[in-house]
């Protein structure tokens, strides 16, 4: 039997993930490095085109894993159907990209198998056969490695942006597709999932700027974002947030940057009293240039920082902006 | 309704953080505080019995100074609290700490648990979802939201880029409470008094160890990350800074 990486690809109401394609990189990665075999499957109703999709990449086959019931998505028939495939068809690693969906089903799943996931990895190393899965904790100031240490297939979650889409290779020939059909019991999905929306409307499209000026904790008080906002206006740029200040109403949700709000990736993100929390980072780790003003060195927003200042930001950013000014003209 | 809330005493946010000297663990000589999702979750399940009575118990898993945790959400209102008290907890997976939890609660018939979506320290997000599956629960993930409703509860469930869904769910359910679900209270004085007489039921791990099994995964090594970008730090007075910044905006940024 040979040594199988599952890569299970995510497809929303019938489109795949884009984010999908990142664990087919880590898969592709792991398997050349292993030596192992690289294989991926769909769940839903009716995704035999993403499957299909999925199969003009360098792998060894694609699945589409297929019941009526697995539309829409809940987290009982995900885990059921999931479990029944991978118990025919064993894997040593099951990859998927750590998405809300994803965490909100795989730990039901490692649980339901016997066996354990390894959440939010933004990496991987490989100790002659021992796999060690990298990922951030204390809020990004340390990282561990981590090992599976039971039987069962081990499942492995990637952060966003760990691994890159683009680098993602095409097979010499497309896989070969196959449909697996899996058995979902009457009474076995317990929630009923309603219509996915979008809360209000979306005054201000931040992947769209070019330049971000965010605030975050630092910033104290409601009344010192205006400050930030004069920075933002001087620059020509857009006024964003962490979460916690949108969780406060200090700024509309619309401005919250991370994974629970928007991604971006402008040409400039200016983090003020942002500590980096691991929730914020995804949503910006992308940007061209960052630089970060935070009173606490060992703040790990630091660690992507391009330019750094250690410092008050109430005592930088007034002249900061004098500055801005003067060099505009 | 009985609202079960598990919580955990995480480092605080920003303490000073070393590691310990086999490079597996931190040192544990920092602060301590409530997960912050956790307090959410607290205040989410007390807002729920205010509305429609009933029973908050809270739960943690920890060495003797996690009592604080609970001994502060007694004070903020709860009304009983389980702490599977020792040193051994500290180091169980997800898996086992859930496994824990089930066994401790066995004899109580709540109709709901609640835990904040994802812990500080660890930022798994798991445990809930793991003991949804032990109980044989359903369960909702990254919750915003809780309604009533005549077969159970609707939630409003948080996904990414601002979109969200609202689900029914039966109970008795498992939810992992998002935070900003709610404003966090703050304990009276009063609530600090009335804590003191609130029960609180010590569980040792000797109780709960034939319901665990061993790890199944393991923190070989916990290091300082490795610097993948070149940080440049600048620095001089606030005036100095501003001109150094505005020169890298200029040049080397070029947005100016």
Redesign the interface.
């Known amino acids: 039997m040979a040594d199988t990486i599952l890569v299970v690809v995510e497809q929303r109401e019938g489109k795949l993930n884009r984010v999908s394609w990142e664990t087919i990189a880590a898969g592709q990665a792991i398997a050349a490095d292993m030596g192992w075999t690289l294989e991926a499957a769909v769940v839903g109703s009716g995704v035999s085109a993403i499957a299909g999709e999925v199969a003009a990449k360098k792998l060894a086959k694609v699945y589409a894993v297929e019941s009526s019931k697995l539309e829409p998505y809940t987290?009982?028939a995900f885990?059921a159907a999931l479990k029944q495939f991978i118990e025919k068809h064993p894997a040593r690693v099951v990859l998927m990209p750590h998405?809300?969906?994803v965490?909100?089903?795989?730990?039901?799943l490692?649980?339901?198998l016997a066996?354990?996931?390894?959440?939010?990895v933004v990496g991987y190393k490989h100790d002659g056969s021992k796999l060690?899965f990298t990922?951030?904790?204390?809020?990004?100031?340390?990282?561990?490695?981590?090992?599976?240490?039971?039987t069962?297939p081990?499942f492995v979650t990637f952060q966003n942006g760990a691994f890159r889409a683009d680098k993602v290779e095409g097979g010499a020939s497309v896989a070969p597709v196959e449909t697996v059909n899996v058995e979902v019991p009457d009474g076995l999905v317990?929630?009923?999932?309603?219509?996915?929306?979008?809360?209000a409307k979306?005054a201000v499209d931040l992947t769209q700027a070019?330049?971000i000026v965010s605030v975050g904790r630092g910033i104290k008080e409601q009344k010192n974002i205006d400050l930030a906002k004069q920075l933002a206006d001087a620059?020509g740029g857009e006024l964003a947030a962490s979460?916690?200040i949108?969780?406060n109403g200090w700024l509309p949700?619309?401005r919250q940057i991370g994974?629970?709000?928007?991604?971006v990736a402008p040409?400039?993100y200016l983090a003020l009293g942002i500590?980096g929390a691991?929730q914020h980072i995804v949503g910006m780790k992308g940007a061209?240039?960052i630089?970060a003003i935070n009173k606490?060195s060992?703040a790990p927003i630091?660690?992507?920082?391009?330019?750094?200042?250690?410092?008050?930001l109430f005592?930088?950013v007034?002249?900061?902006i004098?500055?801005?000014k003067?060099?505009?003209g | 309704m009985k609202i079960l809330v598990c919580m955990k005493q995480v480092?605080q946010?920003?303490a000073?953080?070393k590691?310990n000297e086999a490079g597996t663990w931190?040192r544990e000589d920092v602060s301590y505080e409530v997960n912050e999702p956790d307090a959410y979750a607290l205040e989410e399940a007390l807002r729920q019995k205010e509305k429609h009575t009933g029973e908050v118990v809270v739960v943690t898993a920890g060495p003797a100074r996690a009592q604080q945790v609970l001994r502060e959400a007694l004070a903020k209102g709860a009304d009983r609290a389980i702490h599977l008290e020792g040193d051994g907890f500290v180091g169980l997976?997800?898996?086992n700490t859930?496994r824990a939890i089930a066994a401790a609660i066995k004899d109580e018939t709540f109709d709901l648990v609640f835990t904040g979506l994802q812990s500080?320290?660890?930022?798994?997000?798991?445990?809930g979802?793991?003991l949804?599956?032990?109980l044989g629960w359903?369960?909702?993930?990254?919750i915003m939201q809780i309604e009533k409703t005549d077969g159970g509860i609707r939630v409003k469930?948080?996904?990414?880029?601002?979109?969200?869904?609202?689900?029914?769910?039966?109970l008795p359910a498992v939810l992992t409470i998002?935070?900003?679900i709610n404003k966090l209270r703050y304990a009276t004085l009063i609530g600090i008094k009335q804590a003191k007489n609130k029960p609180m039921r010590k569980v040792a791990m000797s109780e709960v160890q034939s319901a665990l099994g061993?790890?199944?995964?393991?923190?070989?090594?916990?290091?300082?990350?490795q610097?993948s970008?070149?940080?440049?730090?600048?620095e001089g007075s606030?005036?100095e800074?501003?001109?150094k910044?505005?020169e890298?905006?200029?040049n080397?940024?070029?947005?100016?």
């Open positions: 987290p009982d885990a998405t809300y969906q965490r909100d089903f795989v730990p039901k490692a649980t339901a066996s354990t996931a390894i959440s939010d060690l990922r951030q904790m204390f809020q990004g100031k340390f990282v561990a490695d981590v090992s599976f240490t039971g069962g081990g317990r929630n009923k999932p309603q219509e996915i929306f979008k809360e979306q070019e330049i620059l979460r916690p949108c969780d949700m619309d994974s629970s709000g928007q991604t040409k400039l500590s691991i061209k240039s630089i606490d060992e630091f660690e992507i920082a391009d330019y750094a200042v250690v410092g008050n005592d930088i007034p002249p900061l004098e500055e801005v003067k060099a505009k | 480092p946010k920003d000073p953080l590691l931190i997976d997800a898996y859930a500080d320290d660890y930022g798994y997000a798991q445990t979802v793991i949804a599956e032990i359903p369960h909702a993930t990254i469930r948080e996904l990414e880029a601002g979109f969200f869904q609202f689900v029914d769910v039966p998002q935070s900003g061993d790890n199944l995964q393991k923190i070989e090594k916990l290091y300082v990350p610097k970008k070149n940080t440049e730090f600048l606030p005036a800074v501003a001109k910044l505005v890298k905006l200029k080397d940024v070029r947005v100016l």
